[in-house]
């Protein structure tokens, strides 16, 4: 029903930034909430942000002021700003969608049944 494709991640210096896309495709009109996760060997998804389709966002304290979440509805694509990139930002970078449900709190991985592939980031010092 719904597709997912990030892009955009790479190699940067701590200090950088990147911005990822995600790409939303399929027969699902409603895009309630969108999130972006990231994931480390050995760890389970950290959610990120995630963004309401009334408007509304949510951050990880980790990356709060230093990452912003938008959306492009006639582009059909999800964005992730990374801004003052840090070694710890190392991960892979997965975008996520819940066409059924509003976001109604942090991204939390079982709050989205969509998920792409993901791309990864890494951070060097």
């Known amino acids: 029903q719904v597709q997912l494709v990030e892009s955009g991640g790479g190699s940067v210096q701590a200090g950088g930034s990147l911005r990822l896309s995600c790409g939303v495709s399929?027969?699902?009109?409603?895009?309630?909430?969108m999130g972006w996760f990231r994931q480390t060997p050995g760890k389970g998804r950290e959610g990120v942000a995630n963004i309401d389709n009334t408007g509304p966002t949510r951050y990880a304290a980790s990356v709060e002021g230093r990452f912003t979440i938008s959306q492009d509805n006639a582009k059909n694509t999800l964005y992730l700003q990374m801004n003052s990139l840090k070694p710890e930002d190392t991960a892979m970078y997965y975008c996520a969608a819940n066409p059924w449900q509003h976001c109604w709190r942090g991204p939390v991985e079982t709050d989205f049944p969509y998920w792409g592939q993901g791309t990864q980031v890494t951070v060097s010092s």
């Open positions: 399929g027969s699902t009109s409603s895009r309630y909430c």
